[in-house]
Structures are given as structure tokens and as C-alpha cells.
Nanobody
């Protein structure tokens, strides 16, 4: 049974940092990513990476502030978020895809999703 379990969300002041973690189990994934959804808005890509080669994708709004990383041995995915802004407030979801060549940023190309973790940035 595939499971993606996020942790690390919470309340932080603007300018602060948080580290999200995603524990993946049940099978091997070719792509892992983080998406977020703010109230009343669509779910959008934050960052994603491929298992083979480690190539990454970042949304323009988080480049230079967020870093995605993974630990293949532990089947863990991380998102280090620095310089948090009020606009980063959202539910953050871990996503996993099994197709190697599919898009990193296209959410319908992902096969499995976590339950989400709330990140709230106070201004």
C-alpha cells in the first residue's frame, strides 16, 4: 500500500523557516514533488525532483528561498523553506509519480498524494 505522509508544517513569522518532510512507502517512485494550495486557489507546483539524475524544478515564486532534497535510502523527501512570506501560506502536499519521463511540474502527472500539512506565515 502506497503512503505519503507529510510533517513539519506549522505557524511561523514572516522571514522565518520551516522544513517539511514526506515519508514515502509502498513502492519506488521516479518523481517526487511538493505542491501547495491556498484557500480559494488552485493547487500549484512548489518544487519537484527526479530520482534518476536528481534534476529539479522550482516555481519562480520560491526560487532562491526553498530547497527540495531527498534521501533515497530512507524514502524521504524534504522541503527546506527559508525567507517565508505571507503568500506562502497554504496546505502543502507531497506527491509521487511513477513515470520517469513525465513532467515535474504538471500535477495530473503525479499518481499519489499525501494528506497535506498546513503552513501558515504570519505577516
Amino acid at each position: 500500500q502506497v503512503q505519503l505522509i507529510e510533517s513539519g508544517g506549522g505557524l511561523v513569522q514572516a522571514g522565518g523557516s520551516l522544513r517539511l518532510s514526506c515519508a514515502a512507502s509502498g513502492r519506488t517512485f521516479s518523481r517526487l514533488g511538493w505542491f501547495r494550495q491556498a484557500p480559494g486557489k488552485e493547487r500549484t507546483i512548489v518544487a519537484a525532483m527526479r530520482r534518476e539524475g536528481g534534476s529539479t524544478f522550482y516555481a519562480e515564486t520560491v526560487k532562491g528561498r526553498f530547497t527540495i532534497s531527498g534521501d533515497s535510502a530512507k524514502n524521504m523527501l524534504y522541503l527546506q523553506m527559508n525567507g517565508l512570506e505571507h503568500e506562502d501560506t497554504a496546505v502543502y502536499y507531497c506527491a509521487a509519480g511513477v513515470r520517469k519521463l513525465a513532467s515535474l511540474s504538471y500535477s495530473p502527472s503525479y499518481d499519489y498524494w499525501g494528506q497535506g500539512t498546513q503552513v501558515t506565515v504570519s505577516s
